[in-house]
């Protein structure tokens, strides 16, 4: 059972958007920054959004993120094939001391 | 460039220990601190725990489900951090990846990652 919820899967065709989110608490999301990151299968994980909304060099502006009280949502547009792939939302949770991430989301592009 | 390289993975049996190392080039390591996170198979993402540069202590948090057991340091004159893991259990079977926390907070995030390394615990 993840600290952070997101739903299992979620799918869209291709050029389409798509939103994941990813419910915490008070003690994580509410006061601590969020960041995703996409896991293709058999690789490392790939930072996608930091301090809730920015994107590192590299990445499309495709990909964006808010957060609001303790939930935070990662969006995408127009979809691409190479999206296909597993969707994280990770943060600190300040009252277990620990880095905690949500199950993971995985996104099929139909 | 940042690289993260981990290594000592392996086939170890319940109850053993095994010691993983992650050697990093291409930035000052003692300015970062470092985490670990594994991945059990068909599973999701796990931090294990993370330890602080020197400017704050060293001091290291674990996950509840390796402490105790595990323990994280650095030796930042060779520019690499270990996970020393006693105690196996067959649960603890995973990818496990270093990665560089990219600013102070505790909260920050992560983006750069090891390649990983398997460790397999079975009798």
């Known amino acids: 059972q993840s600290v952070l919820t997101q739903p299992p899967s979620v799918s869209a065709a291709p050029g389409q958007k798509v939103t994941i989110s990813c419910s915490g608490s008070s003690s994580n999301i509410w006061n601590n920054y969020v960041s995703w990151y996409q896991q293709l299968p058999g690789t490392a994980p790939k930072l996608l959004i930091y301090e809730n909304n920015k994107r590192p060099s590299g990445i499309p502006d495709r990909f964006s993120g808010s957060q609001s009280g303790t939930s935070a949502t990662l969006g995408i547009t127009g979809l691409q094939t190479g999206d296909e792939a597993d969707y994280y939302c990770?943060?600190?949770?300040?009252?277990?001391?620990?880095?905690?991430f949500g199950g993971g989301t995985k996104l099929t592009v139909l | 460039e940042v690289q993260l390289v981990e290594s000592g993975g392996g086939l170890v049996q319940p109850g053993r220990s095994l010691r993983l190392s992650c050697t990093v080039s291409?930035?000052?390591?003692?300015?970062?601190?470092l985490s670990w996170f594994r991945q059990a198979p068909g599973e999701g993402l796990e931090w294990v725990g993370f330890?602080?540069?020197?400017?704050?202590?060293?001091?290291?948090e674990y996950a509840a489900s390796v402490k105790g057991r595990f323990t994280i340091s650095r030796d930042d004159s060779k520019s690499i951090a270990y996970l020393q893991m006693n105690s196996l259990k067959t649960e603890d079977t995973a990818v496990y990846y270093c990665?560089?926390?990219?600013?102070?907070?505790?909260?920050?995030?992560?983006?750069?990652w090891g390649q990983g390394t398997l460790v397999t615990v079975s009798s």
């Open positions: 990770g943060t600190w949770d300040s009252s277990l001391s620990a880095w905690v």
């Open positions: 291409g930035f000052t390591f003692g300015d970062y601190a």
């Open positions: 330890i602080r540069t020197q400017a704050y202590g060293e001091t290291t």
């Open positions: 990665s560089r926390q990219e600013y102070y907070y505790d909260s920050s995030c992560y983006r750069y």
